[in-house]
């Protein structure tokens, strides 16, 4: 997911910093997803991965998480096999989006996530490269085949592990990418302890408490 020739300081720009700065770029009223995601280079897996991951974030948001946790689970299990670029299939890749709206989903990500931003810097390097980097996606995999689940409790915690795990990758902060995945794993858990012990009924237990 990232590239190996990397050095470990900080991105030049922020990820929001840099998704305004493509979209001001544009000669054009759109851009491709395809030619998006080339610009992105290596930041392509988190950028999707966090722009996918936002809407999951919002409690009482139903339909929605399940509908993008289907692209999300194909991202993680690209990052989990070790890919270097993000794959798409070429229907997507063709797909457009506005100008205005890149510059959009850039203010929200920041409203959303800015603060992460502001903290991330990079340290625990090792967790976002190699197999460390391939365990974390099998993670964010298994908290997509949570929010898969349309059930009471199963979508938001996880979808909040992987959007810290995201901006852990985009930043380099392995500190990020570790609290992410401790979110999602804790909350995973909990949901199948409740479950099976309770059912139903106890899901809508943990979701009560929280």
């Known amino acids: 997911m990232t590239d190996q020739t990397d050095t470990q300081s900080p991105p ?3 990820t929001t910093d840099l998704l305004r700065r493509i979209a001001e770029a544009c000669d054009s009223e759109t851009l491709t997803v395809g030619a998006l995601v080339d610009q992105l280079s290596g930041r392509g897996f988190g950028v999707v991965q966090l ?3 936002l809407p999951v974030c919002i409690p009482f948001l139903y339909g929605i998480p399940q509908a993008v946790a289907v692209p999300m689970m194909f991202v993680a299990l690209q990052i989990a096999t070790g890919r270097q670029t993000l794959w798409l299939p070429e229907k997507a890749r063709s797909k457009t989006i506005s100008r205005d709206s890149l510059a959009t989903m850039a203010d929200r990500a920041a409203k959303y996530v800015g603060w ?3 903290i991330a810097r990079p340290s625990l390097i090792w967790a976002t ?3 460390a980097e391939r365990i974390a996606g099998a993670f964010m995999a298994i908290f997509c085949a949570s929010i898969l689940v349309p059930l009471p409790a199963t979508n938001t915690m996880p979808g909040i592990g992987v959007a810290i795990m995201s901006i852990g990758f ?11 995945g401790l979110i999602g794993t804790l909350w995973v858990s909990l949901l199948l302890f409740f479950g099976i012990t309770l059912g139903v009924e106890g899901l809508h237990l943990l979701k009560s408490y929280f």
């Open 51 to 53: 722009v996918l991951a």
């Open 12 to 14: 030049s720009e922020s």
């Open 129 to 131: 490269r190699g197999t």
């Open 170 to 180: 985009l930043e380099r902060d392995g500190r990020l990418v570790v609290l992410g």
């Open 116 to 118: 992460f931003e502001r």
